[in-house]
T-cell receptor
Framework: DAGITQSPRHKVTETGTPVTLRCHQTENHRYMYWYRQDPGHGLRLIHYSYGVKDTDKGEVSDGYSVSRSKTEDFLLTLESATSSQTSVYFC???????????FGDGTRLSIL | DAKTTQPPSMDCAEGRAANLPCNHSTISGNEYVYWYRQIHSQGPQYIIHGLKNNETNEMASLIITEDRKSSTLILPHATLRDTAVYYCIVSPLDSGAGSYQLTFGKGTKLSVIP
């Protein structure tokens, strides 16, 4: 298994509160990704990173921000959580060129 | 705007080969075919990928037609643990991380029957 750890694995919080999800990798891979998965939508890319301090938006980036201050950590922040952000969040990592992405086990986030 | 078409569901008897088809008639010359699966609510698991040659690894075989418009994932001896949703994805060669976004469709739900 790829060395990817997502934390927390489960979280319940209230609307309007800030939430930060962490993705930690031990593979020293350059690329990291955050996806969300919702019924009827499959996985959708939120943000991605192509190096330390290098990030860009994905398909559904509104309401989310990310940071990558170290190769091994990619943080996803919901500044003011809304119920529409209730979802399962997956982190993925990738090495170089056409290597495949490998996914973490996910964080199940519920916003009440 | 789906780039791949897969049957929504399939059954396979335990111990038999599972052959999962995928149509990707609009695939471009620089796009790879990737297969992932997702077991229940776990993270997607990479299975195999290829460009135009057939590929085999310890999990599966990937057969890509000569015109590259379709492919088949073969699980040679399906077990109950292979019950999952299987996703066929086409994605271009890396020309920047953004172009490597994986677009997951609805996939094929494979049920392996005892």
């Amino acid at each position: 298994d790829a060395g990817i750890t997502q934390s927390p694995r489960h979280k319940v919080t209230e609307t309007g509160t800030p939430v930060t999800l962490r993705c930690h990798q031990t593979e020293n891979h350059r690329y990291m990704y955050w996806y969300r998965q919702d019924p009827g939508h499959g996985l959708r890319l939120i943000h991605y990173s192509y190096g330390v301090k290098d990030t860009d938006k994905g398909e559904v980036s509104d309401g989310y921000s990310v940071s990558r201050s170290k190769t091994e950590d990619f943080l996803l922040t919901l500044e003011s959580a809304t119920s529409s952000q209730t979802s399962v969040y997956f982190c993925a990592i990738r090495g170089y060129s056409n290597q495949p992405q490998h996914f973490g086990d996910g964080t199940r986030l519920s916003i009440l | 705007d789906a780039k791949t078409t897969q049957p929504p569901s399939m059954d396979c008897a335990e111990g038999r080969a599972a052959n999962l088809p995928c149509n990707h008639s609009t695939i471009s010359g620089n796009e790879y075919v990737y297969w992932y699966r997702q077991i229940h609510s776990q993270g997607p698991q990479y299975i195999i990928h290829g460009l135009k040659n057939n590929e085999t690894n310890e999990m599966a075989s990937l057969i890509i037609t000569e015109d590259r418009k379709s492919s088949t994932l073969i699980l040679p001896h399906a077990t109950l643990r292979d019950t999952a949703v299987y996703y066929c994805i086409v994605s271009p060669l890396d020309s920047g991380a953004g172009s490597y976004q994986l677009t997951f469709g609805k996939g094929t739900k494979l049920s392996v029957i005892p």
